[in-house]
């Protein structure tokens, strides 16, 4: 999908306007600008030669005021453009994102989960607002430029065909010797990127084996390595700054001759010779238009970037799009804390054969997590626990499919919504948004009372949490163990039929852990629970559990690597 | 990618003491590229003499042109020798600029590979504690983009004063040559050009700040749900998240919008400046070329050359101020980056070449090598931003020799306790001696080979991995290296030997063969102590009888520090130290 369908396909009604708006100011004013060098010049000239010629009947009144309200004219349209641009940019940037984020809704757990590692943030900050940024930096200039262009071009070839056709051959070949060069610029873009990747893992690798290579005294031989592909990465950069320094060099040579052009023909063509008045004009709006030509490598740049932007955005794009919005959306939450037992309470999950432990130690594991059945996993950290959750979850695509079943569906087939409805999983270090704790709770239910939230943080053992106590970035403001409550009394707030808690007793002392697993316990009775605990902390559990998983010291090497 | 966040920053910009900080850093790291930035500067400045040259250009052909009114019959001599002006000035305005825009690149490329540089050696230094603070993704985010970010600003606006300055002097200086009233009418108009916003008025201003305040709380609150968005999801709340995003995302679109219609205002004044300016000189020149003219001193008659020069000089004399103006941007997206990168390089350990020497012993190979001692007296350390400390005044003393493991909890202090010992951690409080032979040196990893939890190779061939550890040794060595530590099965199972690639994300190696061949290299080291973090945490038992084996053969010849859970690694230790809490608990005499 171009950049320019992807923008104006999410554009909304208005942003739409603005941007056609934006484009008819954009070239008026470059027109008001190219017209006041041009009539400034004829003014000037004809005033020469009125007095020259004695002639007592022209005006100066006429042309002195068009002056004027060009000059005024090009501020204002200037002003306008630009405001009404960064509207349609501000207005696209929005209807954009809002789209891509609706999309992002739909994606299937286990896709959002690979985005986890800040792609799926890059994608919906900087490359919405590369593609945003067209509305104001990439298409009004373009029709500035190819306004004034095919109007010089025009009024050229009304008063001397040969100036015109002179003129729509360079205008035509700087255009070319432009688009020429940002395309070889994208090669080096390309090698440069690849460059990055590779000094990036390269730094990054060095950062994990730190202690070993300064140990080894090998520090620096590797910071070289890095620095080589740093050198690879500067070298196609300055390659690409080379380019766009000749095509520019190459757009001004073409000026000198468009210019010098023009004006040897139109004063001293053995054909179309012309008024002295008019051939200075004509020369001045020439020399206006290749001034615009100049922008024409950076405009075309900006333009490459939001092309290369709208290419990662394709995916979210073509799940967002073609749909428009949703259809009205499917009737909030059933589960709020008013009906805890509504919804999909009752469900039942299957694992069958589900890959547990990771590396050599691998095995398979199937079991029934029926309805208030409680399943603990322990194991050292780094067994795979977490791992196995997020499998559990849908977040984690099974090895073979349909070996994770929720009441018979495969979760890696369930759309993100539906299994949200039924099933919950606590994260170990959970996201906390940067509000107050009443908002975070409200996240899992949004219509519920102050009473209800209390209530969710009482049963969490975090009763003396005030509602509105700010939470900080992350949740930085809360302790460890605050956090911990905080997001499981968020869980508890969806009474889903499957629980799934990820070290829940972290940062807690073993009473609190003890009350805060009795009160989830008694809260939710027939919700499944699955409960994964570090080795010390097993015997913690207040209840008894219906299955034990007891996972060994076998971390995966690749998982610790990465 | 929008110059959105360089409005606001611009306007916000002389409120902030972290502005001032930016700038002395911004200026102190453009030094480094100063005299092409000069020189940058001073061809741009000279390129508006080619503008003159232009100008002059048309002048002489339109007087020529003037010549035959008729027109047919303009003599052809003057039109040329006018055209060959406006070439010769065209050319020479697009070589003076082409050098000087190359000059410039060439400045900024200094400058950043200083940064870039400065930034690989605080990421990765060779001595001291290196930065755990700083997140890896903001040091691979610094490095390339931040570093980047700076570009616009020097290669726009570091030259734009010098440009400025030469560019607008040479042509006003042309001006006066044609017309010392217009020249007169420029340098009136000069001080109304504004460099900052005072022109619009110290109101708004406070009102501008007050948007600006609201305006980056809304921003960080739209990263912060972007950012919770899969949380979100998985709550049922994606519909909710979706409306509030869109809600964040729209008011500050509105509040973004509000300071724009203010601050574009400061561009739209330097082009009315420049625009009236040019309305009024050719309203001038027209009346006075048409003897319309009569003013008490100023000039009344004109040629139409010289009318056309200064004309069209008029818009070029304000062109480098506007540039200026323009380099505003530049320079608050600068700003920004400067804060986060001089973030990581302050936290450099080290000064850029600091490499003590006094690490370094003497006897810093010694072959055979003799087993080192190693003594630890009150060492107490705290990361920071930590309440309690993650070693509390432990003192031990480890014989050259033999081998010592350190048991406890997760969380007990354990691989702090391995990497003081190794020399590779600072104490805050108390020191870390290396004893070998008769020589007590402080704790260096010179003196040390090192097997981290996990253990990491490092992108590329097993040969070049193996190198790290001694740069000289051929294949023969390497593969000796294998069957001394009886592990030539290994590298028989590696599908192109010696020339395997391994690394990133460890491509195929089990972890038990990760940890055989971080052995080797640690064999290949010879180093009179070894420090191995957790060797057999990832091993079966096969695998943990094969390092245990490895390690007694390693022992032989040098002192070994390992932490365990391991009760058959325990086995083979002389003593075992008990960590908790960051306190040795209990000595126990294994033997």
Redesign the interface.
Known sequence: MTAFRLLWSAADHRARRDLLFAMVLAGTAELCAAALLGVSGWFLTSCAVVTAQANTTWSWMYPSGTVRALALGRTGLRYGERLVGHGALLGATVSLRSRLVRAATTVPARELRDHRDGALMARLTGDVDAVGAMAARVVPPLAGIGLTAAVVVALLTVASPPSGAAELLLLALATATAVAGERRTRDHRRTAAEAWTAARTGLLSARSALAELRCLDAVDPVRDRVADAVGRARRAEAAAESVLRRSKLLLRLLAAAGQTTVLVLALSGPVFAQPAADAIGEVLLVAAAYELMETLPQVLRDRGLAADAALRLTDLANRGLPDGPPTASPSPSPSTSTSPLTGAAGATLVAQHVPVGVGDARTRWSTVIGPGSVVLVTGPNGSGKSTLLETLAGRIRPTEPRSVLLDGVPVESLPARALADSLTLVEAEDWIADATVAENLRQAAPGADDDTLRAALATAALEQLPLDTPTGPLGGALSQGQRRRLVIARALLRAPAVLLLDEPTAGLDDRTAVRMLTGLRRALPDTALVIALPDRHDDLLPFAATHTLRLEAEPASVTAFG | ????PDHLARLGRDDEDGRQRAAGLLARWAAVGEPAFRRAGTLRGLAAAGHVLWAAG?GR??Q???GS?H??G?A?AP??S???L??AG??L???L??AA??VA?GGA?AV??HL??RL??A?????GT?PEEVP??A??EA??SEVGRLTPWLTTYVPARRTMLLGSGIVLAAILAGSWAVALLLVLATPLLPFNLKVIGMGTRAAVHAQLTSTRQLS??L????????????????????RA??AA??EL?RR??AV??VA??S??WI??LI??A??VV??Y???A????LDLPVVPSTM??GT??FV??LT?AYFAPARELARGYHARAEASAAAELIAGIIERAPAGPSGRPAAHVPAARRPSPPSPAGVVLEGVTVRYPGRHDLALDDVTLTVPPGAVVAIGG??GAGKTTLL?VA?G?REPDRGRCLHCVGSVTVPAS??M?????Q??????GTLRDNLL??R?DAGDEELTAAFAALGFEDLLAALPQGLSTRV????LG????Q?QQL?LV?ALL?D?PLL?LDEPT??L?PDGEARVIGAVRTLARTRTVLLTT?SPALLDIADDVVRLSRGRVSRIKEAL
Do not use: K
């Not at chain 2, 968005?229 to 979706?242: D, M, Q």
């Open positions: 990618m929008t110059d959105i048309l052909a339109a020529a042109a003037l009114p027109g047919g303009v052809l039109v040329l006018g055209a060959a406006v070439a065209l050319l305005r697009a070589a600029l082409a825009d190359r690149d490329a950043r590979d870039r540089a690989l050696l990421a990765l230094p060779s001595t290196p890896d993704a040091l691979g490095l390339e960080t609150h990263l912060d749900q972007l950012r919770g968005l899969p949380t979100l999801i998985g709550l049922g709340a994606g519909e909710e998240a979706v995003t869109e995302d729209r679109a973004t919008n724009l219609r574009f205002l561009t739209a082009e009315l625009t009236v040019m309305a050719a309203t020149c027209g009346l070329l048409l003897g319309y040629s139409l009318a056309l004309l069209v818009p909890p997760s990497s190794a590779l990893p010179a040390t080979a090192w097997a981290g996990p253990s990491y190779l490092l992108p790290l550890a740069r690394g990133e994300r460890g190696l089990s972890s038990g990760m971080v290299r080291r180093a420090c945490a990832h079966d859970h």
